[in-house]
Protein backbone atom coordinates (compact mmCIF):
# COMPACT_ATOMS: atom_id res chain seq x y z
CA UNK A 1 0.00 0.00 0.00
CA UNK A 2 0.91 3.43 -0.65
CA UNK A 3 -0.23 6.52 1.67
CA UNK A 4 -0.48 10.31 -0.12
CA UNK A 5 -1.32 12.88 1.71
CA UNK A 6 -1.44 16.43 0.55
CA UNK A 7 -1.00 19.44 1.64
CA UNK A 8 -0.61 23.64 0.70
CA UNK A 9 -4.23 24.09 -1.05
CA UNK A 10 -6.13 27.45 -0.23
CA UNK A 11 -7.61 30.21 -1.10
CA UNK A 12 -5.73 32.79 -3.96
CA UNK A 13 -6.55 35.58 -6.19
CA UNK A 14 -6.79 35.12 -9.73
CA UNK A 15 -3.38 35.21 -11.21
CA UNK A 16 -1.67 34.05 -8.22
CA UNK A 17 0.68 31.05 -7.50
CA UNK A 18 0.67 27.87 -5.00
CA UNK A 19 2.48 24.65 -4.58
CA UNK A 20 1.07 21.56 -3.69
CA UNK A 21 2.97 19.10 -2.43
CA UNK A 22 2.13 15.57 -1.34
CA UNK A 23 4.50 13.14 1.04
CA UNK A 24 4.13 9.25 0.25
CA UNK A 25 4.84 6.54 1.91
CA UNK A 26 4.90 2.71 2.52
CA UNK A 27 6.61 1.92 -0.72
CA UNK A 28 9.83 3.11 -2.53
CA UNK A 29 9.15 6.49 -3.66
CA UNK A 30 11.84 6.19 -6.26
CA UNK A 31 9.65 3.17 -7.97
CA UNK A 32 6.79 5.29 -8.32
CA UNK A 33 5.56 7.55 -10.86
CA UNK A 34 3.68 10.22 -9.54
CA UNK A 35 0.52 12.37 -10.83
CA UNK A 36 -1.87 15.01 -9.86
CA UNK A 37 -5.81 14.92 -10.61
CA UNK A 38 -8.65 17.26 -9.96
CA UNK A 39 -11.62 17.52 -9.57
CA UNK A 40 -14.07 20.62 -9.90
CA UNK A 41 -17.24 20.60 -8.35
CA UNK A 42 -20.18 18.42 -10.79
CA UNK A 43 -17.31 17.37 -13.29
CA UNK A 44 -15.12 14.68 -13.37
CA UNK A 45 -12.11 13.76 -12.30
CA UNK A 46 -9.77 15.52 -14.88
CA UNK A 47 -5.58 14.65 -15.71
CA UNK A 48 -3.26 17.65 -14.50
CA UNK A 49 -0.07 16.24 -14.64
CA UNK A 50 2.13 13.59 -14.08
CA UNK A 51 6.18 12.75 -13.46
CA UNK A 52 8.57 9.62 -14.12
CA UNK A 53 9.80 7.97 -11.24
CA UNK A 54 13.18 9.03 -12.64
CA UNK A 55 12.41 12.81 -13.00
CA UNK A 56 13.10 12.73 -16.64
CA UNK A 57 9.73 12.54 -18.42
CA UNK A 58 6.40 14.43 -17.36
CA UNK A 59 3.33 15.70 -18.88
CA UNK A 60 0.56 17.94 -18.46
CA UNK A 61 -3.12 18.34 -19.51
CA UNK A 62 -3.15 21.33 -22.20
CA UNK A 63 -5.40 23.27 -19.78
CA UNK A 64 -2.03 24.05 -17.56
CA UNK A 65 0.68 23.44 -19.82
CA UNK A 66 3.10 26.50 -19.35
CA UNK A 67 1.23 27.52 -15.83
CA UNK A 68 2.15 24.35 -13.68
CA UNK A 69 5.27 22.66 -13.06
CA UNK A 70 5.11 18.96 -11.74
CA UNK A 71 8.00 18.16 -9.86
CA UNK A 72 9.58 15.18 -6.78
CA UNK A 73 11.96 14.77 -4.59
CA UNK A 74 13.18 11.25 -4.11
CA UNK A 75 14.84 12.24 -0.90
CA UNK A 76 12.18 13.63 0.65
CA UNK A 77 9.31 11.55 -0.81
CA UNK A 78 7.48 13.99 -2.14
CA UNK A 79 6.18 15.29 -5.55
CA UNK A 80 5.00 18.99 -5.85
CA UNK A 81 2.61 20.75 -7.94
CA UNK A 82 3.88 24.57 -8.69
CA UNK A 83 0.75 26.25 -10.16
CA UNK A 84 1.38 29.99 -11.49
CA UNK A 85 -1.12 32.21 -13.32
CA UNK A 86 -3.97 30.60 -11.52
CA UNK A 87 -7.67 30.90 -13.25
CA UNK A 88 -11.27 30.75 -11.21
CA UNK A 89 -11.44 27.45 -13.75
CA UNK A 90 -8.55 25.92 -11.89
CA UNK A 91 -10.58 25.92 -8.89
CA UNK A 92 -10.98 22.07 -8.12
CA UNK A 93 -9.96 19.21 -5.07
CA UNK A 94 -6.71 18.50 -5.91
CA UNK A 95 -5.22 14.80 -5.39
CA UNK A 96 -1.95 13.17 -5.46
CA UNK A 97 -1.71 9.56 -7.18
CA UNK A 98 0.86 7.21 -7.69
CA UNK A 99 1.19 4.31 -10.11
CA UNK A 100 4.10 1.55 -9.45
CA UNK A 101 6.84 2.19 -11.97
CA UNK A 102 7.57 -0.14 -14.76
CA UNK A 103 10.55 1.76 -15.96
CA UNK A 104 12.19 5.06 -15.16
CA UNK A 105 10.92 6.72 -17.92
CA UNK A 106 7.06 5.19 -17.08
CA UNK A 107 4.63 7.92 -17.01
CA UNK A 108 1.09 7.04 -16.16
CA UNK A 109 -2.19 8.12 -17.83
CA UNK A 110 -5.14 9.12 -15.62
CA UNK A 111 -6.54 5.79 -15.50
CA UNK A 112 -3.22 3.93 -14.48
CA UNK A 113 -2.71 5.13 -10.99
CA UNK A 114 -3.78 2.92 -7.93
CA UNK A 115 -3.29 5.18 -5.16
CA UNK A 116 -4.41 7.80 -4.06
CA UNK A 117 -4.37 10.96 -1.50
CA UNK A 118 -7.49 12.59 0.18
CA UNK A 119 -7.18 15.69 -1.54
CA UNK A 120 -6.85 19.10 -0.74
CA UNK A 121 -8.89 21.91 -1.81
CA UNK A 122 -7.99 25.20 -4.27
CA UNK A 123 -10.05 28.06 -4.55
CA UNK A 124 -9.18 31.09 -7.33
CA UNK A 125 -11.22 34.01 -6.83
CA UNK A 126 -12.03 36.12 -9.57
Known amino acids: QVQLVESGGGLVQAGGSLRLSCVASGRTFSNLAMGWIRQAPGKEREFVAA????????YYADSVKGRFTISRDNAMNTVYLQMNSLKPEDTAVYYC???????????????????WGQGTQVTVSS
Open 97 to 115: AAAQASSALYVPSHTDFGF
Open 51 to 58: ISASSLRS
